[in-house]
């Protein structure tokens, strides 16, 4: 393993509270180490474009305050993360951008910020357009 990134797996084992779970066998590790775990591995090659699949199911609140904090930071160091949610008012407070998709549709991408300023609720909006 290289130095750059033995010190990446080090900082991100820290920051999301894996540390002293390293060296123990993967199977023994809870959903939210499993999910951290797999966080960690995407990151250690500094991506500018994050990719995340419903990255906070089945986690506890500090694990998502990590997880949700960390996405946080890396777009403000300029990078990008899109992910998939079903939980609308994490979304909203994360988000900068919205792509509504139903059935496999993309039906309408909101800018976040200029849709606050409507005084409507994402989610209200998000059931009309989904609803059958």
């Known amino acids: 393993m290289s130095c750059l990134w033995a010190t990446s797996i ?3 084992a820290k920051l999301f509270s894996m540390s002293k779970f390293l060296d123990k066998q993967i199977r023994s590790y809870s959903h939210g180490m499993k999910q951290k775990i797999c ?3 995407a990151l250690i090659h500094n991506p500018r474009f994050w990719v995340l699949d419903e990255p906070l199911m089945g986690l506890d609140p500090q694990s998502m305050a990590e997880i949700k904090g960390y996405m946080l930071e890396h777009k403000k160091l300029g990078n990008s993360v899109f992910f998939s949610s079903h939980n609308i008012d994490m979304v909203e407070k994360l988000c900068d951008r919205v792509g509504i998709m139903h059935k496999g549709q993309l039906l309408e991408v909101i800018d976040v910020k200029k849709f606050a300023k409507t005084g ?3 989610e209200e909006h998000f059931l009309n357009l989904t609803k059958d």
Request: charged residues 35%; proline residues 0%; positive net charge.
């Open 39 to 41: 966080i960690i591995a």
């Open 120 to 122: 409507k609720s994402l």
């Open 10 to 12: 080090d900082k991100f």
